[in-house]
C-alpha cells in the first residue's frame, strides 16, 4: 500500500538503516523491521484485492490493484459501490475519473523535497520519532484471511494523531490502517476485506475502466513557479513541540492571483502546511477554526496577511501554531 | 405428498446420503415447510455438539434471508432444474451474508444524499488535455459557479456529522479553505505509512476532487 516514496530512497535507506540499527533498542527494532518491510513491500509486491474504507461513519469499498516492477509502479483503485469513480495512477501520473460529472483529473505528484518518512523511520530519526510517539509491537491478528502484525504508533500528547497497522506476516503488505484522535478513536479506517498476491498483474486489470471519452479534462498545472524560501519575513516561535520546519517555498495555490509562502511542518509522521498570502479581498478573509474531514485548518489575520494553518492533527495543534506566528521584519523595523 | 423421515434428514445433514437419495430428499424438503424446520433444528444441533454456534444468534436470519429473497425480482430465463434453484438460495444466501458483515461494520451509508446534492450540471466536451479549449473553458467556468452556489452544502455534511460532540466550537468549513487543503495535500501529503489512502479519499469521496475543480477558477 505505501507505495508513494521515491524508488531512489529506497536502497541508501537500507543501508542507512542496518547501519544505525544499534542505537535502537530490541524491541524498537522488531517494530522498526516490521515498518521498514512494509515500506519496501510496494516495491516489488503485485497484488490485487477489496479495500473497505471508512471515514466519518461512511464506508466505500474500492478494488485495489498494485503492480511494481522494473518498468514502474502502477496502481488502480476503482468504487465498487455506487458512481464508479477511479484512479488511475502510473509512478507520479495520476489520473482521476469522476463518470458522475464527466471529468477527468490528471495530476503529476512531487516527490522531490517532501519529508520521506522512510527516511525517519530508517535513521537515527527513529529514535527522535520515539521522543514524540511511542512504537508497540502487538499481537497477531487475521485480516482479510491472513496473518497481520499489529503496530500500534501513539502519540505521547495531544499535539499529533496515533495510527494502528496491520501488517501482512508474510509479504508485509499494509492490510489495515486506522488513524487515531487524542482519544485513540478511529477517525479513518481502510481495510483489505480480501487480496491475493499474485506473480503478475494481467495489463486488462490495469486498464481504466472509463475511456474518458466526452468527459471533461483537466490538467493540474505544473510547479514550475514553485521558488524555495532562504530568508523569510515569517517566523514561527515557538513551534509545536516535535515539529521542524521541512520546508519553505513560494507558489501560487490553485485559483489564487498572488503567490503564497508556503511552509511545511513535520514531525516525521504528521505534517502541517502554514500558507501566508496577502489577502486581496478583504471578503474572504478568514478567521478561526475549521474542519474537514481529518484534517483541521485555522486561519488569522496579520499585516494584511491571510494566514492558514492546516493538517491532519489535532484543532488545538493548528490553533497553537497560528498563534505563535510573528512577522519578524515587523518588528525588527 | 412423500415426507422424508426423520432418519433421512439426519442422514442429510450429516451428509450420509448418496446421489439419489440426496436429490429426492432435498425435493422434498423444499416442498414441506414443517420438514424446513427440522431441518434446522437438526442443523443448530450439530453446530452446538461441535460448538460452532456464534455468540450471539439471530434466530429469525433465515426467515428474513428468504423474505429478501422473494422480494427479489423474477429473473427471465430458462426454467431450471431443482437442483440449480439450490445454487440460487445459495447464491442469494451469500449475498445477504455479505450485506450482514457490512451491517455488523455498524456504519451507515450517506453517499446518496450526498451525491444527488452535488451533482453538476453534465459537461460534455471533446477529450483534450490542458490547454483547455474555449468552449471547456466555459463549461468549466459554469460548473465552477454552480460548485461554488454547492460548496457549503458539500462541506457542511462532512464537519457536521460524526466529529460532533467534540468539536462544538468549530465553523463551518471555509470555502476558501478549499483551495489550501488541496495544496496541503498536494505538497505535503500525508504521513506516507498510510500508502494510498489518499487515492482512496479521492474515489470514495467525490468532494475533494470538486474542490480542486472549483479552485481552478
Known sequence: MSSFFSTRLLLPTFIFATCLSGVVQAADQATLNVLMRMQTASQNINYHGTLVFLQNGQVQSMRVVHKADETGRFERLINLNGVAREVVRKDNLVICYMPDSKEVMVSRQKFEGDINVLIQLAGNDFTELQKNYEFTLESMERIAGREARRVLIQPKDNLRYGYRLWVDDKKSILLKSDLLNERGESLEQAMFADIAVVDRIPENLLQPTSTGDGFTWYERESDKNTSMILDSEWKIEPLPKGFTVSSRFRHHILGSSVPSEHWVLSDGLANISVYFEKFTDAQEAFEGVSSMGVANAFGILNEEYQITVIGEVPAGTVEQLAHSVVFASGVEK | ?217
Not at chain 2, 100 to 116: C, F, S, T, W
Open chain 2, 1 to 217: 405428498m412423500i415426507n422424508p423421515s426423520d432418519e433421512r434428514l439426519s442422514a442429510l445433514v450429516d451428509g450420509e446420503l448418496d446421489e439419489q437419495e440426496y436429490q429426492s430428499t432435498v425435493v422434498e424438503l423444499l416442498a414441506c415447510g414443517e420438514n424446513c424446520k427440522t431441518w434446522g433444528r437438526y442443523h443448530l444441533i450439530g453446530d452446538t455438539l461441535k460448538r460452532n454456534l456464534p455468540k450471539g444468534m439471530d434466530y429469525h436470519f433465515s426467515s428474513r434471508v428468504m423474505a429478501a429473497l422473494d422480494d427479489e425480482p423474477t429473473v427471465l430465463a430458462p426454467p431450471s432444474p431443482v437442483k440449480s434453484s439450490w445454487g440460487q438460495r445459495a447464491a442469494g444466501l451469500a449475498v445477504a451474508a455479505s450485506v450482514a458483515v457490512v451491517a455488523v461494520l455498524g456504519v451507515q451509508l450517506m453517499y446518496q444524499q450526498d451525491e444527488q446534492t452535488l451533482m453538476p450540471p453534465r459537461a460534455q466536451a471533446p477529450t483534450q488535455l490542458s490547454p483547455l479549449s474555449r468552449q471547456q473553458q466555459n463549461i468549466a467556468r459554469a460548473t465552477q459557479q454552480s460548485l461554488r452556489d454547492n460548496i457549503q452544502t458539500v462541506i457542511q455534511p462532512q464537519s457536521s456529522t460524526t466529529m460532533g460532540d467534540t468539536r462544538k466550537s468549530i465553523k463551518q468549513f471555509h470555502p476558501r479553505l478549499n483551495r489550501y487543503l488541496v495544496d496541503h495535500n498536494q505538497q505535503a501529503p500525508r504521513a506516507a505509512v498510510q500508502g494510498m489512502i489518499p487515492y482512496a479519499r479521492i474515489v470514495a469521496y467525490p468532494n475533494s476532487h470538486r474542490i480542486l475543480i472549483q479552485a481552478q477558477k
